[in-house]
């Protein structure tokens, strides 16, 4: 099988690395549009960060041949990939990921797993078969999983990826830091359960995905805040610890852009769709994006859960 990988971080070469070690014949989009060589690929993996997924659509335009059946594989964070890419290739060409194994970087800057985990897929249209990405990606060792409705899996890796992250990112603290900070705290809780609330208003039913039981999170999150603050404080401390997020490696990589729009924002634009109030996510979504295209904004929150505390009181 020929397999083409769009994006060449830690996601993209852990899944294009197992792929070639099983006697696949994998092949890297080069950064440049310019140098982009048509390929008849028979599966494309588009891992780049989700603010360059149009990027990836212009790559993918160019290599593919008119009329290309290769199926397009997206394990990115988030959600609106899914529409970009089935807008540009159609529906029936799209499937979507989602990656529980949380991936480092080895001295050669290819991904290595750095836990247990697995990967989950479902089809964006209705028009083809995908079982045999199952049977694919099993044989490299990892456990796959498939799931008949995508909006269910890439919100319920959503409701993952809001844990812990854009509020360490805002204040620059560790998660371990975090569930210690009382009201801070709270405020997770509070975007945790606008994520359950918005949800439930689109009619979209979480699923547990593998190693990360995700209703229970949900349940969890929606139990008395005493109980709720005890037990997911403990968890995710236990899980995340002094493991820096996704949102703030982001702020401090000093790129000027996050993936917040397609987590926290997300949620605020479905909320307000919905007519779901989602004060929380709206106010991380929008800090955020401030902090990142203006770093001396960082701060006025580094460390100062009351100014972050005012901004969610103030929305």
Request: aromatic letters at 4%.
């Amino acid at each position: 099988m020929k397999v083409y990988v769009v994006g060449q971080g830690a996601v993209g070469t852990y899944l294009g690395e197992l792929l070639r070690g099983i006697g696949n014949d994998v092949s890297y989009a080069p950064r440049d549009l310019a140098a982009v060589e048509p390929i008849a690929a028979d599966l494309v993996l588009v891992t780049v960060k989700a603010y360059d997924t149009l990027a990836a659509i212009e790559t993918l335009q160019r290599a593919l041949p008119a009329g290309s059946a290769a199926t397009i594989v997206t394990p990115q964070n988030g959600v609106g990939n899914e529409e970009l890419l089935a807008a540009a290739f159609g529906a029936d060409n799209v499937v979507a990921a989602a990656l529980t194994v949380p991936v480092g970087v080895d001295d050669g800057g290819k991904g290595v797993a750095a836990n247990r985990g697995g990967i989950a897929f479902a089809p964006v249209g209705s028009g083809r078969a995908h079982n045999w990405l199952l049977a694919a990606f099993g044989a490299t060792g990892l456990p796959t999983t498939a799931v008949a409705d995508y909006r269910s899996l890439k919100w319920s890796k959503l409701a993952l990826n809001v844990v812990a992250n854009a509020a360490c990112a805002i204040l620059d603290v560790m998660p371990e830091r975090l569930v210690r900070e009382d009201a801070a705290f709270m405020l997770e809780i509070r975007a945790i359960r606008e994520v359950r609330a918005t949800m439930q208003a689109l009619k979209i039913a979480p699923i547990d995905l593998p190693r990360y039981p995700v209703r229970a999170l949900l349940r969890v999150a929606a139990l008395p805040s005493a109980l709720a603050r005890a037990v997911l404080a403990r968890r995710i401390a236990g899980a995340r610890g002094q493991k820096a997020p996704s949102l703030l490696l982001d702020l401090r990589s000093a790129k000027h852009r996050t993936e917040v729009e397609v987590l926290n924002g997300a949620v605020a634009r479905a909320a307000r769709e919905a007519g779901v109030p989602a004060p929380v996510n709206a106010t991380y979504a929008r800090i955020l994006s401030d902090v990142a295209h203006m770093p001396q904004l960082w701060a006025k929150y580094r460390e100062r859960p009351e100014a972050l505390l005012a901004e969610v009181s103030s929305n």
